[in-house]
């Protein structure tokens, strides 16, 4: 019963938090198209706020992980401050450093407000001219910030290179490598992930490991391969509260993740509140003979309490190595983690639903 409440809580918090954000990021798009000066103090609190809800559950990535409501563009905002900052948490960021992580992905594309809003909302595909237009948005939001005065220069940074990639094929500077912004990596690998996640007019949405493997297949050139196994960890090909189909027919929720296997979380089999009296709880990195075939649903924030007392095991380095240690070793390189994927995934056959798409 705690615990039950304790997820209703953090729910409860998690809610008020994203629609704070939502709230106040549509004031902001707003003053940016009269072209008025900002105010970010009340944006900054919510980033602080936000930071220390993701701290403590996992409810705010499961909304960002959902198909957004309302402005598509505002919602773009908010998850990515989202995903950002927990992308952040895997790289070692906290206090001050996490919550300008968070300020910056709220306020990634703010600089989109200044482009007509027949452009933004064109349904069919953009000139090379209209394209050009539309990316020096970048360059809008970098003006917008830096008019706050020096102390925003970090952020007016961020804003700018957002859209750079690690290969240099980015914009508007074509930057590459360590050239980006620290904070503009985790961002940019964020919005592309979040993108892929959002339904699309020529597409339905992806379900997260769907979007996990479409990044390692294709765009792991973009992004540097620390802040892409950052977000492999803290996300899982797999997160939290994601109905899964395993190898022996069941199928379960994650109620936990396992860092050290992306894809062998520990997941629940059987649900007590739909009146099953039997719950199965599975570790599957201590399972070697179960895998995950699929994901049939997207995370339900139903189960993000439901997580065993103890943490999984990690076997010790003089314990002989097991198929899970082996497994484990797959892992370490982003090759080996994309190689994986697409065995699991493709031994079972795609359909032409499922199948890869370029990155929107």
Known sequence: MADHQAMINQQADADGWYQAATRELSRLSRTVRLQDPLDLTKLADIAKGMTTSLDRSEALVVQALSAPLGDRLIANLVHVGILAARIGLGLGYNGRQ??????????????????????????????????????????????????????????????????????????????????????????????VFEALVSPRPYRRRMLPHEAM????????????????????????????????????????????????????????????????????????????????????????????SRSPDKPSPILSEEEPQSFSDRFSALLEGLDEIASTIQQVVESQGESPESGSSSVP
Not at 109 to 115: A, C, L
Not at 134 to 156: M, N, S, V
Not at 216 to 242: I, N
């Open 213 to 304: 493997r479409e990044l390692l297949r294709h765009e792991r050139g973009a992004f540097s391969r620390t802040v892409l196994k950052a977000l492999v960890e803290q996300l899982s090909v797999y997160p939290l509260g994601t109905k899964v189909r395993l190898s022996s027919g069941d199928e379960g929720f994650v109620i936990r993740l396992n860092p050290r296997f992306p894809m062998r979380p520990v997941v629940q089999i059987g649900d007590e509140d739909s009146g099953s009296e039997l719950t199965t709880v599975i570790d599957l990195s201590s399972t070697p003979d179960l895998c995950i075939l699929d994901a049939v649903a997207p995370p339900e924030p139903h189960y993000l």
């Open 98 to 191: 996490l919550e300008q992580l968070t300020l910056a992905g709220l306020l990634h594309d703010i600089g989109i407000f200044s482009v007509p809003p027949s452009l933004i909302q064109k349904p069919g595909k953009l000139t090379p001219q209209e394209r050009a237009v539309l990316e020096q948005h970048p360059e809008a939001g970098f003006k917008t910030i830096t008019r706050l005065g020096p102390d925003y220069d970090w952020l007016a940074t961020v804003v700018r290179q957002a859209h750079e990639r690690w290969s240099g094929q980015g914009y508007p500077q074509r930057l590459k490598g360590s050239q980006i912004h620290p904070f503009a990596q985790v961002i940019g690998l964020a919005d």
